[in-house]
């Protein structure tokens, strides 16, 4: 059993902490809180447990022939929400990443909780829609944003190719928490940072250290 020793992080996320290479920004958003805060007041709370990173040179991003009114926001500012509508049934939520004027994103594709294993569930368990797309991440305010949470180790994270899409699929910008149970979907063999595999995914327990 994967035993996670986690370093509690209580420093503010910033803009420039988005504004920085998709691919780099990812893995760091694993152990990061989604926070949503619904209609009726109540406000949940989740973390990042699985991620896909996206970018303009990237024939399965949406921006990857331009702007387009789908894809404005991915070439705003970085920090805000980007949701989009796949499959005419399902609402997927991403962070924009990378300089203004330079489109990037990320896929949040789990939340560390019972039926956020997958960015369709998340969403539809979570009131995530249209609505959402352009919300500042940073401002707590907003229904929907994102705060400090706990940090793994590179040791702690796995790489694999990402799923669901059909061309550039042999990038390996697919992140998630090694052997967590609620990561949306498992292949036969894992990767990890530290290049270690692993055939059989097992519940994990956590262990908090620390804090910076």
């Known amino acids: 059993m994967l035993d996670y020793v986690l370093v509690k992080v209580s420093t503010k996320l910033t803009r420039d902490f988005f ?34 990173a996206y970018t303009q040179d990237d024939p399965a991003c ?36 990378e300089n203004e004027g330079t489109p990037g994103a990320v896929l949040i594709r789990a939340l560390g909780i019972p ?22 991440l940073l401002n707590p305010d907003s229904p929907l944003y994102l705060e ?12 694999t190719e990402r799923i669901g899409i059909n061309v550039a699929v042999e990038r390996p910008w697919r992140f998630f928490v090694t052997d967590h149970p609620h990561v949306s979907a498992k292949k036969r063999s894992f990767k990890s940072q530290a290049g270690k595999s692993k055939t059989e995914p097992k519940v994990a327990s956590a262990k908090v250290v620390g804090r910076r």
């Open 19 to 52: 504004a920085r290479p998709t691919v780099e920004v990812a893995p760091d958003l694993l152990g990061v809180q989604l926070v949503r805060t619904l209609p009726s007041g109540e406000v949940l709370r989740a973390p990042i447990v699985e991620v896909e």
């Open 115 to 136: 039926g956020g294993d997958g960015p369709g569930k998340l969403c539809r368990q979570w009131d995530i829609d249209k609505t959402q797309n352009g919300v500042d």
């Open 62 to 97: 949406h921006a990857f022939r331009g702007i387009t009114d789908r894809c404005r926001v991915m070439f705003g500012p970085p920090g805000f929400a980007y949701v989009y509508f796949i499959y005419g049934m399902y609402f997927c939520l991403n962070v924009v990443t």
């Open 148 to 159: 400090p949470g706990t940090k793994y180790g590179a040791e702690f994270i796995t790489i």
